[in-house]
């Protein structure tokens, strides 16, 4: 079975960066794709960033400038590195992959505080 293990989450000050990792316990290449996600408090979960297959990356369009997503295939890894964040960027984020199923990771907390 695919396991997903997020980390990297955790308290930042408005402007400031993360990095977020999601770990999987397959190649990454198996994937079609890999999205991150974010759901806040009594909001609808978001799509952030999606990398296909073939690595291209693909962003919501509020973050992009800020966001970027990149893979490390040896590791079987996908990262999310957050720049100049916003405390409307405080969600819980979480990380999914794509094959004939779906698969996703139990999330990290992002709290930007303003």
């Known amino acids: 079975q695919v396991q997903l293990v997020e980390s990297g989450g955790g308290l930042v000050q408005s402007g400031g960066s993360l990095t977020l990792s999601c770990a999987a316990s397959?190649?990454?290449?198996?994937?079609?794709?890999m999205s991150w996600n974010r759901q806040a408090p009594g909001k609808q979960r978001q799509v952030v960033a999606t990398?296909?297959?073939?690595?291209?990356?693909a962003y919501l369009d509020s973050v992009i400038g800020r966001f970027s997503v990149s893979r490390d295939i040896a590791k079987n890894t996908v990262y999310l590195r957050m720049n100049g964040l916003k405390p409307e960027d405080t969600a819980v984020y979480s990380c999914?992959?794509?094959?004939?199923?779906?698969?996703w990771g139990q999330g990290t907390q992002v709290t930007v505080s303003s």
């Open positions: 397959e190649s990454i290449l198996s994937f079609k794709s």
């Open positions: 999914s992959a794509f094959d004939r199923f779906s698969y």
């Open positions: 990398i296909v297959k073939d690595g291209t990356p």
